[in-house]
């Protein structure tokens, strides 16, 4: 069964900080990955996708993909309070279009 | 510009009533979704339409019946709903990219008494 595992947190790191999120998934075959961010009562926002090993980079996010290990992370530099929200990590069950989500990582950034 | 609209914003319906939410993309994407949303959790696919056809069905019941009138529009009519049907229903749109990333709407609240 494929699958996504994320930490739910809540992870808390201080304004200014790094902020690392990361997540585990089961199928090899899987092509594309996303991290969308949730603001409570608000829909998905789709912050970054990658689909080559490595890191891909937009401002302060990065995101990093390890086909090899199964794992993509995201990085939140220079952490704001703005950045505390729940964060969703998915990925395409192959040749289709359904997304397979992880649970949500709860981030909390301190002033 | 990457701007998903649905309507309405809120909904409150009875057991009894029929009601239909809607959704616009205006960025010429082929690939069109429903999703329903409780709190704390993921969302979970409901319907995709590629091309104005129904591509995936995932076992919704049939008191949600989706509709595709043309490219850019994206109906969910509503009947005879269970007060477990409470949710944050989104809809998405993807572009023809074997990337597939979607764009989400601001969603509907629906709430059934």
């Known amino acids: 069964q494929k699958e996504v595992e994320q930490n739910s947190g809540p992870l808390s790191v201080p304004e200014g900080a790094i902020a690392s999120l990361n997540c585990t998934y089961s199928d090899r075959g899987s092509q594309s990955f996303f991290w969308y961010r949730q603001y409570s009562g608000k829909s998905p926002e789709l912050i970054m996708f990658?689909?080559s090993n490595g890191d891909k980079e937009d401002g302060r996010f990065t995101a990093q993909l390890n086909k090899a290990s199964q794992y993509v992370s995201l990085l939140i530099r220079d952490s704001q309070p703005s950045d505390s929200a729940t964060y969703l990590c998915a990925f395409n069950a192959g040749n289709n279009r359904k997304l397979i989500w992880g649970l949500g990582t709860s981030l909390a950034v301190n002033p | 510009d990457t701007e998903v609209t649905q309507t309405p914003k809120h909904l409150v319906m009875g057991m009894t009533n029929k009601k239909s939410l809607k959704c616009e993309q205006h960025?010429?994407?082929?690939?069109m979704y429903w999703y329903k949303q409780k709190a704390k959790k993921p969302p979970e696919l409901m319907f995709v339409?590629?091309?104005?056809?129904?591509?995936i069905n995932e076992s919704v019941p049939s008191r949600f019946s989706p509709e595709c009138p043309n490219s850019s529009l994206l109906n969910l009519h509503l009947h005879a709903l269970q007060p477990e049907d409470s949710a944050l229903y989104l809809c998405a749109s993807s572009p023809e990219r074997v990337s597939y990333e979607q764009y989400f709407g601001p969603g509907t609240r629906l709430t059934v008494t």
């Open positions: 339409y590629s091309y104005e056809k129904l591509s």
């Open positions: 990658i689909y």
């Open positions: 960025m010429g994407h082929r690939a």
